[in-house]
């Protein structure tokens, strides 16, 4: 058996692993972010497929978003009624399969899906998965050849844009010659990767959906996945420019059709892209839920919005109970009552500081007053603290009406202190009062509202509330800390105080 | 140099080479560790601690009588008629809370021992609070203990100011380690808490002799109230008062105990009550830590009678 010293310490490190870790495992695996204040481009990408069924069974073919190790899809669903959808792998394609025995009219399948990029740098290091080779005939392999003659033969991405630049300026013969048959954005991209291989890059041509703000309709673009060495990029052939990784979603990596239709025939796809603004950790719990990840599952993000927000309260109440613990334990400052001051401090999440202070010090100080009456009348205790709760509640009244009448609304939010506490802080005052007297009372009195103060601004500041609430686990390197100053045995603040005259003797 | 002192704060690394517990070694090293649980209603509880030290046969100040129910109130009057001074004090008080002391009478009133009138009814609200638990730890319903009236010894004439001065010794696994006195002063009102402005004196623990007084946790030579001299203090029956002390671990069994002794005229050292939270200020009147002098113990033979555990401290100690 351990001794009881080894255990917490054990126990401490634990909770701070478990906590930390679990965090950790947030931030760097399930992209949450480091603030809650982050905010994020979600893309909504919305395909609609229309077609005529003919006679007998139908089946729909569309290629699907190619793996993008950036890209974290946060939901996706598809409207097909009277189809069965399913999603299958086939020669390493991704496609969704809609079948249906038989269906008539012309019939619209729309598949929905958001998502959003984490870290592009990821897609960029990936190699190319089916670079081209040069099969140009000779006459234009002459022309390109000449084409490619003066120019910088080192492989850089200024270098390939300047190829690209050559290909669309106007009026060269030799670009003439190599588009004549090949002006389609697809063949002109075929041919713009063709010279690029002959000048010794790695290039693969694909094919996806530019991510524009509100585009409808859009059609398949003509890309080009350019192999650097070290990493790669995404060039516009009819453009001249690189692409940045989160603006594209590919469809098609290789010569895999985009839309198949058996059974159907005037097949038609187009997609929309709409671009959604919205905090950062939202995205990152919705693609964790979406992977079934249990941590998420079964977190409290899985509870309904309304519920979340009375767990972002409860969630900062530890902090306020550190506080108490570090005052009281390590500083040596004296409260009434052990945990009034965060209940005190709760109640200032609701008034503000300023307007709480001067609530509280008026509830107590005129509490106080009424109370010293009830000492001379001799009554039992439990009565006497039913008196203090009447008279407490006499107080509130009094304050919201007084400070409406003088037109000031503050007043009114008196009713969110605790009447319970508060009574028993104004008898346990009383109590201290008559034994101790009023130095004792101040002394007390002081403490509470500093720790509640403290407290108050530990839990009121947004970047903790939200960290806490990003990552509740933390709470468990806040108990491992709390157990730890448990054990804590050397001086307090005011052990230094109180035995400084021994120090000069 | 530390800046604390700046700030009026002495350096923990002076007072740890001087031996200084603090409260949170006090509460987990030694409280926590020798003090169990249940043991404490012994202690906190003063009724049960006057029985248990009846089985031990050991003198404490006689109980008159106890006033459990609300409806026993009305019966004081008699009960007291024939008592002329006496005292009361809840049975499960804390830090001297709640006692009433009655020196006298001026025909229907009492009187507190510095002169002041307490009228009958008066006298019954105090009961009553204290029945309601006004003064028990967790506001519990409690009982008041009617309590005779010690008559202190002349030996303390002019160290005390109104108030019974008592001996508080820190028991420590039944050894005695430290001792003060409390001398009661007009801040104090006349009640022997250092908290509330009692003078503290450090005793020598082999001799009984003052070491030094503080007040207000400040040291001090002279009685603020009575300017004696707190240097020519001597405890009389100091032996007798120490084995007395070192019974109190055989009545409570706890390690680390506090325990408050007076000094009868007649009677001898007489014990008051135990405490199992005793406070550090004793620290401060010893001009001493204690921390020497418990790991010294913590080296000390076990299983030893209560004469021998003294003789052993007097013995060994060096001062």
Same mark, same amino acid.
């Given at each position: ?12 490190? $634990? ?47 569309? &290629?699907? %978003?190619?793996? &993008? ?11 097909? %009624? ?85 290909? &669309?300026? %106007? ?26 291989? *002959? ?74 892209? #709409? ?41 900062? *109440? %530890? ?20 945990? *009034? ?15 709480? $202070? ?45 400070? #409406? ?9 008196? #009713? ?9 802080? /104004? ?33 009121? &500041? ?22 730890? /100053? ?20 | ?51 248990? !030290? ?12 106890? !006033? ?7 019966? =004081?009057?008699? @009960?007291?008629?024939?008592?002329? !001074? ?48 006004? @003064? ?120 680390? =105990? ?12 007489? =014990?008051?009550? =135990? ?45």
């Amino acid at each position: 058996m351990l001794s009881s010293a080894r255990q917490v310490q054990l126990l401490v490190g $634990l909770l701070f692993v478990v906590g930390f870790g679990a965090a950790a495992y947030k931030h760097f695996f399930l992209g949450f972010p480091l603030l809650a204040s982050e905010t994020e481009t979600v893309w909504q990408l919305e395909g609609r497929i229309v077609f005529e069924p003919g006679e007998g069974p139908v089946e729909v073919r569309l &290629n699907l %978003p190619d793996g &993008n190790a950036a890209r974290r899809v946060v939901s996706s669903d598809f409207a097909s %009624p009277g189809f069965d959808y399913e999603e299958i792998v086939e020669d390493g394609v991704w496609l969704g399969r809609w079948k249906a025995e038989r269906a008539s009219g012309t019939q619209v399948i729309y598949i929905r899906s958001q998502s959003y990029f984490a870290d592009t740098a990821e897609e960029a290091e990936r190699p190319l998965s089916k670079p081209m080779t040069v099969n140009l005939d000779d006459a234009l392999k002459v022309s390109a050849e000449a084409l490619l003659k003066d120019l910088d033969q080192t492989v850089s991405q200024e270098n390939a844009l300047k190829i690209l630049r050559k290909l &669309n300026r %106007p009026g060269d013969s030799r670009v003439a010659t190599l588009l004549r048959d090949n002006s389609s954005p697809a063949k002109r991209t075929q041919i713009a990767g063709q010279l690029l291989t *002959m000048a010794g890059y790695s290039v693969q041509h694909v094919r996806g959906i530019f991510l524009d703000d509100k585009a409808r309709s859009q059609s398949i673009y003509n890309f080009l996945e350019v192999s650097l060495g070290d990493k790669k990029i995404l060039l516009d052939a009819r453009e001249n420019a690189s692409i940045p990784w989160d603006r594209v979603i590919l469809l098609q990596r290789g010569d895999e059709p985009l839309l198949e239709v058996f059974g159907g025939n005037n097949s038609r796809t187009t997609f929309a892209t #709409t671009k959604v603004q919205r905090a950062a950790f939202t995205s990152a719990v919705e693609a964790a839920g979406h992977a079934k990840n249990p941590l998420i599952d079964f977190s409290i993000y899985s509870l309904p919005l309304s519920e979340q927000n009375t767990f972002k309260l409860l969630l900062v *109440m %530890p902090l306020g109970a550190l506080v108490v613990v570090i005052l009281r334990n390590l500083v040596g400052i004296r409260t009434s009552g052990t945990f *009034m001051p965060v209940l005190i401090a709760l109640t200032f999440l609701q008034t503000s500081l300023i307007t709480g $202070l001067m609530l509280f010090i008026i509830v107590v100080g005129v509490g106080l007053v009424m109370r010293s009456y009830l000492s001379s009348l001799n009554l039992l205790l439990v009565p006497r603290i039913a008196s203090v709760l009447v008279f407490v509640i006499i107080i509130y009244g009094a304050i919201g009406v007084m400070s #409406t009448k003088m037109g000031w609304q503050g007043g009114l939010k008196v #009713t969110f202190f605790p009447m319970i506490i508060l009574s028993w802080t /104004i008898e346990r005052m009383s109590i201290l009062w008559d034994e101790s007297g009023p130095h004792e009372v101040m002394i007390e009195g002081f403490g509470s509202l500093l720790t509640a103060s403290l407290a108050y601004l530990l839990m009121s &500041n947004s970047f903790v509330a939200d960290t806490v609430f990003l990552y509740p686990e933390l709470l468990l390197v806040l108990l491992g800390v709390i157990i730890a /100053i448990g054990t804590y045995s050397g001086y307090r603040l005011s052990d230094l105080r109180r035995f400084e005259p021994m120090e000069r003797h | 140099m530390f800046l604390g002192s700046l700030l009026g704060l002495a350096s923990p690394k002076a007072l740890r080479e001087s031996g200084i517990v603090g409260m949170n070694q006090r509460n987990v090293r030694y409280i926590a560790r020798n003090n169990p649980r249940r043991l404490y209603p012994k202690v906190d509880n003063k009724y049960l601690t006057k029985l248990l !030290c009846a089985e031990h046969g050991i003198a404490v100040p006689k109980l008159l009588g106890a !006033c459990r129910l609300q409806g026993h109130i009305k019966e =004081l009057k008699e @009960f007291l008629s024939p008592l002329p !001074c006496f005292v009361i004090k809840p049975a499960q008080g804390s830090g001297g809370k709640g006692i009433l002391v009655i020196a006298g009478r001026d025909g229907e009133d009492y009187l507190k021992p510095n002169g002041k009138r307490v009228t009958h009814d008066e006298l019954c609200r105090h009961v009553s609070n204290i029945l309601s638990g006004l @003064f028990s730890l967790g506001g519990k319903p409690d009982i008041a203990l009617i309590e005779d009236m010690v008559k202190f010894t002349d030996d303390f004439q002019g160290f005390s100011f109104e108030g019974v001065p008592d001996i508080r010794v820190i028991v420590y696994k039944g050894f005695p380690v430290m001792a003060m006195t409390r001398l009661s002063t007009s801040d104090s009102d006349g009640k022997a808490n250092l908290h509330q402005g009692a003078v503290g004196v450090g005793i020598d623990m082999l001799k009984g002799v003052a070491l030094r007084g503080v007040q207000h946790g400040r040291p001090i030579e002279k009685h603020p109230d009575t300017g004696k001299l707190l240097s020519t203090l001597k405890v009389p029956h100091w032996r007798d008062l120490l084995m007395l002390a070192a019974r109190g671990y055989e009545v409570s069994q706890m390690g680390y =105990l506090g325990v408050d002794i007076v000094l009868d005229r007649h009677e001898g050292p007489l =014990l008051l009550e =135990l405490n199992a939270r005793p406070g550090l200020a004793i620290q401060v009147a010893n001009g001493r830590g204690l921390r020497p002098r418990l790991d010294f113990i913590d080296k000390a033979p076990a299983n030893l009678s209560y004469k021998d555990r003294v003789n052993f401290v007097l013995e060994h100690w060096d001062q």
